[in-house]
């Protein structure tokens, strides 16, 4: 009955690493093609590590739960496993959103990896995942058809 | 936890002395109208009955009304059958970028046909401009359709001047009046029309019937063919319990129109008053002057509509939005973005209705979780009032 399931209800209504981090390492800013929203994810790194990521999203009850997912999913991982983490995962992580919210873990996604684009830029480092990767490119996210 | 419906403009619950009308139409006074027996005539008596009532709420003859399945099916039927009727003559539509979705899909079938349709735009009050249309009429146009109330910001168009401009040019002059029915005065022979849509569902009647005004004289071609019901004019065994609903609804409407006005407005006013003084960044969709009663539109800056809906609906508050994540297509209200609403500021929308059932108490229950709902988005947001969107 209800629009989203339990797990991605909880993220959204008490959503984790909500905020901004004083000296962030990192930030990343992606807006959504799809519906105009948008999120900001900033981290901060150790060594190799990320030890802290919070964000803020101007965005639905999905885009909110997917930030709180995703950031809570990167944090203890090292740059490298964070570059891994797909939308699937957070979609799965979530235990699934509506077809049509497909678009607001991408937003996540593209945050996470634009805040680590950012430190890496920052830092003068090289990771083979980020090899020609565009941050304001429009990912090319299927929301799943709607038909009218 | 208290329940709090504020979206009579969504649908209405059905009244209980309308329910109760209706329950025996079910039952034991089940005949079908058509029948020539006296369970038949019985039934038949009943859909005349409202027939009547309904006329009366806005001043028709009862041969003039012609039950549907509600306001969707009437404005297709007046669009589809106008267009039909009057094909030899031309083949050009004039209505607003602001109409229903049951009118502009109409409008955009028919421009597959080769129909041409003009969309009409609105001032940033929420109005048409009487000028546009008549410099948009051409030897062509065969129609036009303007709603009377819009049902997102609830402006109520000037339609007596419209219908006066579609007579002066020998043109058609149908409006969807589903919104304005039961929330203002509304007499057909005033406003000069000669289509009229209608719905039950938003005036405490059932859902599934509604009706379609046809002036005595005008013509237009049938959209359900089949039976002769209806003066053999809309086919279809009658939706007898729906349609004694929503006479009984009419009639209750009629009765109590001045007091649900002011109830209505009384309550929407404190809402309105309550949240502009209380909640910072957030702003009035259209004017106040010349609005649906129950109709408050809201944008609240710097958060989406779809967070602040569910959030409410925690705590029991139902409410709609225009926002893009709400809506499947994800596309921002095309009522708003008409009215020249930026993008992000239709984001941030609630439309609020309050109803005959609304109380001071339920207002101020919304008021008081509306407060921290909308700080507590805000503190979530990404863009605020120093940096921005
Ligand atoms: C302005 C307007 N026209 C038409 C309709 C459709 O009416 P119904 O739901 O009875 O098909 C609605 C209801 O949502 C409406 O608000
Ligand atoms: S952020 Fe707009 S639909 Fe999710």
Known sequence: MALYNDIVMDHFLNPKNVGELENPDGTGVYGSPVCGDMMQIQIKVDGEKITDAKFKTFGCGSAIASSSMATSMIIGKTIEEALEVTNKEIIDNLGGLPPVKVHCSVLADKAIKNAIYDYAQKNGKHYAALEGYDPNADEDDDHGDIEE | MRNVYLDYSATTPVKEEVLKEMIPYFTEKFGNPSSLYDKGLESKDAVTHAREQVAALINAKPAEIYFTAGGTESDNWAVFGACEKLKSKGNHIITTKIEHHAMLHSCAFLEKQGYEVTYLDIDKDGFIDL???????????????????????????????????????????????????????????????????????????????????????????????????????????????????????????????????????????????????????????????????????????????????????????????????????????????????????????????????????????VVDNLKTIVAKLREISSVNSTKGW
């Open chain 2, 131 to 365: 000028k546009q249309l008549e410099d948009a009429i051409t030897d062509k146009t065969i129609l036009i359709s303007v709603m009377l109330v819009n049902n997102e910001i609830g402006t109520i168009q000037p339609i007596k001047e419209v219908a006066a401009i579609a007579k002066k040019h020998g043109i058609l002059i149908h409006t969807d009046a589903v919104q304005g029915l039961g929330n203002l005065p509304i007499d057909v022979k005033d406003l000069g029309v000669d289509l009229m849509s209608v719905s039950s569902h938003k005036i405490y009647g059932p859902k599934g019937s509604g009706a379609l005004y046809i002036r005595k004289g005008v013509s237009i071609s049938n959209y359900l063919h089949g039976g002769a019901q209806e003066n053999r004019r809309r086919a279809g065994t009658e939706n007898l319990a729906g349609i004694v609903g929503f006479g009984k609804a009419a009639e209750i409407a009629k009765n109590n129109l001045e007091n649900h006005i002011k109830h209505c407005s009384e309550l929407r006013n404190y809402l309105k008053d309550r949240i502009i003084a209380e909640i910072p960044d957030t702003y009035v969709n259209g004017t106040m002057e010349k609005r649906h009663p129950g109709n408050l539109n809201i944008t609240f800056k710097y958060i989406e509509g779809e967070s602040i809906l569910l959030l409410l609906n925690q705590f029991g508050i139902s409410v709609s939005t225009g926002s893009a994540c709400s809506s499947t297509s994800l596309e921002p209200s095309h009522v708003l973005s008409a009215l020249g609403v930026p993008v992000e500021m239709i984001h941030g929308t609630v439309r609020f209705t309050v109803g005959d059932f609304t109380t001071k108490e339920d207002i101020d229950y």
